[in-house]
Structure formats: C-alpha cells, structure tokens
C-alpha cells in the first residue's frame, strides 16, 4: 500500500510557544509512533511548517490571530526537538504561510498515494484545511486523521473538526 503521513505544524510555538496550549506535547509519543512506524513501512513522511515574518501582523491572518508567531528562524519555528529528529534527507517539507498549503496540494496530485494520514497541529485549523487539500489532490485517496495525534486549543472546536472530517469522508480514528 502507498501511504504517506503528513506531520502538521508540529513545532515549538504551538506546543510551548506563543500559541502553546495544555494537551499539545501529549500528542507527541503518538506523532513520535506513526514517523516510526509508516518509515518502516516504506512510506513517505511529509512535514509542514507554518511560517511567518516579523511583518506578520500586518498580514491578514495577523489581523485575526494577532500573536507573533513561527517566525522563520526563531525557536518557535522549529520542529519539536524530538519529531524533528526523527527527519531524514528524503523527508519532503513544505514551509507555509497559510493555513493550507497549495503547493502540498500540487505535490500530492503527483504522487499516487493510496493512503494519507495527517496528525499534528491544530486539528480545527491547519490539520483541518490540509486534510482538505489532501483530498482535493486525490479525491480517491484514503484520508485517515487520528484523534489522538492532534489537538486544540479548544476541546469544543477539536470536536466539531473532527465531525467535520467525518463529514467529508476522512476516516477519523481513536476517537
């Protein structure tokens, strides 16, 4: 089976950084397992990471989410030490600065994957929205999210996420 996991904005500033939240480093084992276990499959691992300038607040997410955050450089816009280790050479990365990632999108139209799982942060927005871009790329595809390899903030919005992921067909696991 070709399968690849993405591994969504696992990094410092959501985590224990500007915009860190309680329940965010307890998904790391179960990030930790699924890198470990889908290369040991020979599938692909992509990460993402959501990017910003110090111009950030000038942006249009900046007027809404008004907090400086993954600033490209800083310590809050890497990767946890621990997912970011586990990184190999052939690891496919894409720097975002949306929510979604487009250019995630046009490389997974190419590609032939039978299965894509997404894990990270935060399930009502980024793991959100590039679940979504993952099925628009290959709307037959097999998109899998697992409940306990994201979070939110909000329990409230994880959970309507999570409805809303069902609601498009993407498997919601661990629930």
Known sequence: MNKCLIVVDYQNDFIDGALGFDGALNIKDAIINKITQVKQDGGDVIF????????????????????????EGTTGHALQEDVDAL????????????????????????????????????SNICVLSNAVIAKSALPNAHIV?????????????????????EGIHVEVINR
Do not use: M, W
């Open 48 to 71: 993402t990471k959501d990017t910003h300038t110090e111009d950030y607040l000038d942006t249009e997410e900046g007027q809404h989410l008004p907090v400086i955050h993954c600033v």
């Open 87 to 122: 990184r190999e050479n052939t690891d496919v990365e894409f720097i975002k600065y949306s929510f979604p990632s487009l250019e995630l999108g046009n490389y997974l139209a190419t590609k032939d994957y039978e299965v894509i799982e997404l894990c990270g942060l935060v």
């Open 145 to 165: 999210v697992d409940a306990q390899a994201t979070a939110s903030f909000d329990s409230n919005l994880h959970e309507q996420a999570l409805n809303i992921l």
